[in-house]
Every structure is written in structure tokens, then in C-alpha cells.
């Protein structure tokens, strides 16, 4: 960053256009004080855009039951669903960094249920895996990083323990909550995750776990002091009428879909499309 006494700022910490992002550069920038970007991807036309574009990371969400399966939550997302789509994501993406969230029921009972699943991510091209939950995941982290998988935890609001949460709440307010969060962040860091996504957390308590830890704090609906920000990619699209609260439309390619699919509908009864230089002559 520039200071007083230089008006330059240092090169950036993480990699040229055209070079991957890695794990190294993620603590870098964490460091240096750059802000990493972070977007959901399920599919591979969406993720060559993305990437493109310049964003640091792709997570292949879960989420992708509630956005892309019409799910009610991400509870029912299988570990082959998540397969697939990691396939897809990695397959179009040279920059940024994928990571892949390990579904429900797939790491659970434990260090050897999830390395089996995280094995799957990683054969499937992620760079590493996401999973929810603080302290009791500390042995299963651990495990996963000693096995050269790199793991991003996930503590606040949790979607996929939201039937024990209550419903989509904001965690951690209150003394015993946030010491429990800070507590937890400090159990997976030690235990060897890579970054910590912050999800639905007082911007305050996010900013006290983000100067607490020496890995990156991703946040979502945590305030502007983490490290990283992630959206879902449809709320950061404008894809849809509704959106959380914590996110913001950066555009409207929901209504230009819309439109486009009207014109092309048009198009076609009126019989302007095909024209003649869109068929073949014999």
C-alpha cells in the first residue's frame, strides 16, 4: 500500500494475467494488505467469464442446490452433483484459485469419510475444498492438509446446519457467540486452513477474527474488514428480483436474458430469424 513516504504501492502479491492463483499468493496478499475477490461458479461458460474477468477464486458452491437445482437448501446436494460440477468449473478456469465445497453428509463422521470426499473434489480439479463447522473440524482439517488438500473453513451462518440454526440468522452476536466464532477460527487456522469464509457475522466480530488470524477471512455478509469478499454469482449479477440483503446487484443480466430470449421469441414468429445469411444455400 502507498504510505506517506512513497506514493508507489509494492507489486502486486499475486500473480500476472494469465498465471495462476495458488495458495501462497492468497497468504501474500492476506500480508500485503490486498483485497482478494471470490465468486460462486457451477458451470463452465459461467466460470470462463468469471475468470476472465479477474476474480481470485471460484467457489463451487453448494449453493448450487438452492441457485441451480431449485432446492430449498443445499442439503440435498450429493458429492457426485458437486463432482460434475467442479469438473465443469476447473475445466474453463486458468487464473483463479477453485475451490470446491464438500456437501453435507460427505465429512461428518469424520477425517476419513472427508478425505474420501475431498479426494473426489480434488481428482475433479479443484485446488481446495470448503466445509462448515469450527473446533470439532479441527482433527478433519488437519488430516485433509496433511494429505496436501487445502482447506477454506466456513463459520457464522452455516447453510448447511441451518434446521439446527433456526433458519438463515445472523451468528455470533452476544459475548459466549462471539467468543465460541473466535474460538473456532483460531482452532481451524491452527489445524491448517488455508482462508476462513465469515458468513452472516457483525462486521465487528469479522474485523476481530480477521486481525486475529494469519490466513484470509472471506466474507459474506461480515462487513468490509475481512480480508476477501464472496457472492453468490447470480446476486452479484442482478439474475433475479430478490437477493440478500448483504448483496449488491453489479448488473442486470437477469433482464438482458429476458429480453434477449423475447427478441429471439419475436424473432421467430415473425419470421425474421433465420434470415437468409444465418442459413445455407444448396
Same mark, same amino acid.
Given at each position: 500500500m502507498a504510505t506517506m513516504d512513497s506514493p508507489y504501492a509494492p507489486p502486486s502479491a499475486l500473480p500476472p494475467a494469465g498465471k495462476p492463483v495458488r495458495v501462497h499468493h492468497l497468504a501474500a496478499a492476506k500480508a500485503q494488505g490486498e483485497r482478494l475477490t471470490m465468486l460462486t461458479a457451477y458451470d463452465a461458460v459461467t466460470a470462463s467469464i468469471l475468470d476472465a474477468a479477474g476474480t481470485d477464486m471460484l467457489l463451487v458452491g453448494d449453493s448450487i442446490g438452492n441457485v441451480m437445482l431449485g432446492h430449498g437448501s443445499t442439503l440435498p446436494v450429493t458429492l457426485d452433483e458437486m463432482a460434475v460440477a467442479t469438473r465443469a468449473v476447473a475445466t474453463a478456469t486458468t487464473?483463479? $484459485? @477453485? @475451490?470446491a465445497d $464438500?456437501?453435507?453428509g460427505t465429512y461428518e463422521a469424520g477425517p476419513a469419510q472427508a478425505l474420501e470426499s475431498a479426494v473426489r473434489l480434488v481428482k475433479a480439479g479443484a485446488n481446495?475444498?470448503?466445509l462448515e463447522g469450527g473446533a470439532p473440524?479441527?482433527?478433519t482439517v488437519r488430516a485433509l492438509s496433511?494429505?496436501?488438500i487445502p482447506v477454506v473453513g466456513h463459520l457464522g451462518f452455516t447453510p448447511q446446519s441451518v434446521n439446527m440454526l433456526g433458519g438463515f440468522r445472523v451468528q455470533g452476536?452476544?459475548?459466549a457467540a462471539s467468543q465460541a466464532l473466535l474460538a473456532g477460527a483460531s482452532a481451524l487456522a491452527g489445524a491448517g486452513a488455508i482462508a476462513l469464509v465469515l458468513e452472516m457475522v457483525p462486521q465487528d466480530l469479522a474485523a476481530a477474527v480477521t486481525g486475529a488470524l494469519d490466513i484470509p477471512t472471506i466474507g459474506i455478509?461480515?462487513?468490509a474488514g475481512c480480508?476477501?469478499? @464472496?457472492l453468490v454469482w447470480t446476486d452479484m449479477a442482478g439474475m433475479t428480483e430478490w437477493k440478500p440483503r448483504f448483496a449488491r446487484a453489479f448488473g442486470e443480466v437477469g433482464a438482458a436474458l429476458r429480453q434477449a430470449a423475447e427478441d429471439f421469441n419475436s424473432a421467430v414468429r415473425d419470421g425474421s430469424f433465420p434470415s437468409a445469411k444465418e442459413s445455407f444455400a444448396s
Amino acid at each position: 500500500m502507498a504510505t506517506m513516504d512513497s506514493p508507489y504501492a509494492p507489486p502486486s502479491a499475486l500473480p500476472p494475467a494469465g498465471k495462476p492463483v495458488r495458495v501462497h499468493h492468497l497468504a501474500a496478499a492476506k500480508a500485503q494488505g490486498e483485497r482478494l475477490t471470490m465468486l460462486t461458479a457451477y458451470d463452465a461458460v459461467t466460470a470462463s467469464i468469471l475468470d476472465a474477468a479477474g476474480t481470485d477464486m471460484l467457489l463451487v458452491g453448494d449453493s448450487i442446490g438452492n441457485v441451480m437445482l431449485g432446492h430449498g437448501s443445499t442439503l440435498p446436494v450429493t458429492l457426485d452433483e458437486m463432482a460434475v460440477a467442479t469438473r465443469a468449473v476447473a475445466t474453463a478456469t486458468t487464473r483463479a $484459485l @477453485v @475451490v470446491a465445497d $464438500l456437501p453435507f453428509g460427505t465429512y461428518e463422521a469424520g477425517p476419513a469419510q472427508a478425505l474420501e470426499s475431498a479426494v473426489r473434489l480434488v481428482k475433479a480439479g479443484a485446488n481446495a475444498v470448503k466445509l462448515e463447522g469450527g473446533a470439532p473440524r479441527a482433527a478433519t482439517v488437519r488430516a485433509l492438509s496433511d494429505a496436501g488438500i487445502p482447506v477454506v473453513g466456513h463459520l457464522g451462518f452455516t447453510p448447511q446446519s441451518v434446521n439446527m440454526l433456526g433458519g438463515f440468522r445472523v451468528q455470533g452476536r452476544g459475548e459466549a457467540a462471539s467468543q465460541a466464532l473466535l474460538a473456532g477460527a483460531s482452532a481451524l487456522a491452527g489445524a491448517g486452513a488455508i482462508a476462513l469464509v465469515l458468513e452472516m457475522v457483525p462486521q465487528d466480530l469479522a474485523a476481530a477474527v480477521t486481525g486475529a488470524l494469519d490466513i484470509p477471512t472471506i466474507g459474506i455478509g461480515a462487513g468490509a474488514g475481512c480480508d476477501a469478499q @464472496v457472492l453468490v454469482w447470480t446476486d452479484m449479477a442482478g439474475m433475479t428480483e430478490w437477493k440478500p440483503r448483504f448483496a449488491r446487484a453489479f448488473g442486470e443480466v437477469g433482464a438482458a436474458l429476458r429480453q434477449a430470449a423475447e427478441d429471439f421469441n419475436s424473432a421467430v414468429r415473425d419470421g425474421s430469424f433465420p434470415s437468409a445469411k444465418e442459413s445455407f444455400a444448396s
